[in-house]
């Protein structure tokens, strides 16, 4: 069956041809999009263990009004540990984060930093209810959600990945055009074939499957070639490019190869249905 689906893709070489790069487009593209998606839950897997919410202090705050607080936070089901920074700690916090920016530090003394209390939360993501909660309080200047840092980050990554996916849905559109472009074609060169199989006792299933597995083919070859191109991106520009960059970690192979699978799959079964339908619906046979 392989071999009867590749003769008739060689009869429409040049169709099938065209087919195969615009598959290839097509599920580049969407195989980027996942990636990109991939990206994003590592980025925010890395940066919900380490970001915390920073409630700043009043510097007029009484010890009353500190310890009530401090009492709240600690009862609080959302906040798994408290953690309180007075002037001199958030200076030295200060002084190490910006330690390669000297002009910097030496115009800030801990006088100018507020004391503080830092909150790792049993869920990062409700971190806003803990922002809601707490602002306003009495001693309390104002609540630093850090999630909110890198909230640019993860709208650019999403934007990205809506524009690939965007792309990936037009050039799906010019594949199913050309697919059925292509089945037609092979089945009206191959008409008198068909004409004796049916004379034969040939079923429809039988006299389909030459063209679905021609299809198959042209879909599969598409995702090849997508998984190729995926692989030199993510050598060339993840693993070299990009990889001396120490903000947040990058995706590994195994998201790669767990697209690589996803692409193959879809550009294989997808060109195989398009093709049956094709067949169903304009042939009739």
């Known amino acids: 069956m392989l071999v009867i689906g590749v003769s008739g893709w060689r009869r429409n070489l040049s169709m099938a041809l065209g087919v195969i790069v615009t598959v290839t487009i097509c599920l580049t593209l969407l195989g980027a999009g996942l990636l990109l998606r991939a990206q994003a839950r590592t980025v925010d897997r890395f940066f919900l263990d380490q970001i915390q919410v920073v409630i700043d202090l009043n510097d007029g705050v009484s010890s009353a009004e500190r310890a009530a607080l401090a009492a709240d936070l600690r009862a609080d089901p959302l906040v798994r540990a408290v953690v309180y920074e007075d002037k001199a700690r958030a200076f030295a916090r200060f002084t190490r984060d910006f330690r390669n920016s000297p002009d910097v530090v030496s115009g800030v003394s801990a006088a100018d930093l507020p004391a503080s209390f830092r909150l790792t939360l049993v869920d990062p993501r409700r971190s806003g209810e803990i922002v809601l909660e707490y602002t306003g309080r009495g001693g309390v200047d104002r609540v630093r959600d850090q999630r909110a840092l890198v909230a640019p980050l993860y709208r650019f990554l999403r934007a990205f990945a809506v524009g690939t996916f965007a792309l990936a849905a037009v050039q ?69 490019k990009f990889a001396r960059q120490a903000m947040f970690p990058l995706f590994g192979w195994g998201a790669v190869w767990a697209v690589a699978v996803a692409v193959l799959l879809i550009g294989t079964v997808t060109s195989a249905i398009l093709a049956a339908v094709a067949l169903r619906r304009y042939l009739r046979v």
């Open 172 to 240: 799906a559109f010019a594949a199913v055009v050309l697919i059925y472009a292509m089945i037609r074609l092979s089945a009206h060169g191959r008409r008198r074939e068909t004409a004796i199989m049916r004379l034969v006792g040939a079923t429809n299933a039988t006299i389909r499957a030459p063209f679905v597995m021609e299809s198959a083919v042209t879909g599969m070859l598409g995702g090849m070639f997508a998984v190729v191109i995926l692989i030199v991106c993510k050598v060339y520009f993840v693993d070299h």
